[in-house]
DNA sequence: ACTATTTCCTGGATGC
DNA sequence: TGCATCCAGGAAATAG
């Protein structure tokens, strides 16, 4: 499964949320199936919330383009297109049944990016998306949101429960913040400094770091000893360096085991395996510290839950 | 310019 | 068993 129901592992339940490593991973599952594909159609439900650009839009720039890379950008995943030629759109027979919304449906409407020579198109899961390659015959899944059918004859769908994911397009797309694992540690403690905002927090602004989410945010604080509440600015640069290096570790770790269930679980109906890392505190609330054995302590900030262990982090 | 809080959304868990 | 309520999360919107 990729992010839209629970996975057991052990006795614990989780959910598979897509930050940094789940995303980086599912964009190269996607990059090995649909990279050279061709889009001949595009379905889009009538939900409004998934979709960040007009729908007019996001099929136009869709329709007839070629996938030419699938590449991760912080928490989105981004589809380099390579525009189709002008006549090869207006002449794809497409399915009655599934069909809403198409381009030539709202050829006329008047959104614009058709001159752009890289259009991209943007994809955010969210809390539960899910990009799915499937055969045509597979079944649809609820809170289905869009069906690109390929010329290779499988289909792209995306699917969402929460509808907290976004589909977009874009020419340029270069989203917000530092990448961290690219970023340098000057540069990295340089976000910190005058902020007065938890440093939980701070490591969750997109517009300073862009990928992490809650439990990446949990798990490399706890690996720099330091509390989630602690003000930014009042973290020493040791200790910075200490989270810069944690942050890393704990990304680069979770994408080598993302990397081992690659082969599977974008393929069908994307259920299947996704191997997680073993947490150290993100969902132990109580159980203890792997290091200390202190129980693990929950608190909330800025309304997000937020794990630590009283012990090995001050 | 920052920072904190609220809102969106579904379904699984929990409580009476 | 059924029904109401709470909770999870990212990011945009809103308020201070």
Wanted: net charge positive.
């Amino acid at each position: 499964m990729v992010c839209s129901r629970p996975t057991y592992v052990g006795y614990v339940r989780f959910w598979i949320m897509p930050e940094l490593p789940e995303v980086e991973t599912i964009a190269r599952g996607l990059a090995k199936r649909v990279t050279g594909d061709l889009i001949e159609s595009v379905w889009l439900g009538q939900k409004k919330e998934p979709l960040k650009s007009p729908a007019a839009q996001i099929a136009k720039a869709l329709e007839g383009s070629r996938i030419s890379s699938v590449r991760r950008v912080g928490k989105h995943i981004v589809f380099d297109l390579d525009p189709a030629p002008a006549a090869q759109k207006l002449s794809r027979p497409r399915s009655k049944s599934r069909r809403r919304t198409t381009s030539q449906d709202l050829a006329h409407a008047g959104h614009g990016l058709q001159a752009a020579s890289h259009v991209q198109w943007i994809v955010h899961l969210g809390m539960t998306g899910s990009l799915r390659v499937c055969e045509p015959q597979t079944e649809i899944a609820k809170h289905t949101h869009a069906i690109l059918k390929l010329a290779s004859g499988r289909e792209l769908r995306f699917v969402d429960p929460r509808r907290f994911g976004r589909l977009s397009v874009a020419t340029a797309f270069d989203g917000t913040g530092l990448e961290p694992l690219e970023v340098d540690l000057a540069r990295f403690v340089a976000l910190f400094r005058g902020r007065k905002t938890p440093i939980k927090s701070a490591l969750l602004n997109q517009k300073l770091l862009r990928g992490v989410g809650n439990i990446y945010a949990d798990e490399a604080l706890f690996r720099a000893g330091i509390r989630p509440r602690r003000r930014a600015s009042s973290i020493t640069r040791d200790h910075l360096a200490k989270l810069y290096a944690g942050l890393q570790r704990v990304l680069n770790e979770a994408i080598e085991l993302g990397g081992s269930s690659i082969s599977d679980y974008v393929d069908a109906d994307g259920e299947e395996g996704f191997f997680q890392l073993r947490h150290r505190v993100y969902g132990r609330e109580g159980e203890p510290c792997r290091v200390c054995k202190t129980p693990i302590k929950r608190v909330v900030i800025a309304g997000r839950s937020s794990h630590y262990c009283p012990e090995c982090q001050k």
